[in-house]
């Protein structure tokens, strides 16, 4: 693993919650993409090398509508960039890990992801992502 890639933060409206945080980090978000396979809405902002991703459900049957629903906004997963998706699920398949995915899936902003299971990483979602090389 590379580096924190993102800290991504489940809210109810999207819309509201960008006035917040541009207000608390002191920028605008930069992009706002729909990822229609996961039912979710998400906006990015960053500030120095940190990016924040808020994702607003966009259906009930949504992870984050039901993530918001059990546990209430918050953040909902931490994204670490890896140069090689494929092989770090395998690495985390031998570690032991539960890797939700059987092989990686298109997420937002131009990446490649999986999650591992928060039950084995100490309670927290944990996202792999690999920028796409177009």
């Known amino acids: 693993m ?24 002191g920028v605008p978000h930069y992009k ?6 996961e ?3 998400t906006s990015f902002f960053q500030k120095g090398e940190t990016k924040i991703e808020l994702l607003e459900a966009t259906a009930e049957e949504s992870a984050i509508a039901k993530f ?4 209430g906004e918050g953040i909902h997963h ?12 395998e690495r985390m398949r ?9 092989k990686p899936k298109r997420g937002a902003d131009n ?7 928060p039950k084995g990483t ?7 992502c690999q920028s796409i090389k177009e």
């Open 122 to 128: 100490n309670g927290v979602l944990v996202e792999l």
């Open 78 to 89: 931490i994204a670490f960039e890896v140069e090689d998706i494929e092989a770090e699920m």
């Open 39 to 41: 039912h979710v809405k």
């Open 111 to 117: 990446k490649l992801v999986c999650f591992l299971h």
């Open 32 to 37: 706002i993409e729909e990822v229609a396979s």
């Open 68 to 71: 918001i629903e059990k546990k």
């Open 2 to 25: 590379k580096n924190v890639e993102h800290i991504g933060i489940a809210v109810k409206n999207l819309e509201a919650s960008n006035a917040l945080f541009e207000k608390l980090l």
């Open 94 to 102: 031998k570690e032991g890990f539960t890797v939700l995915n059987e």
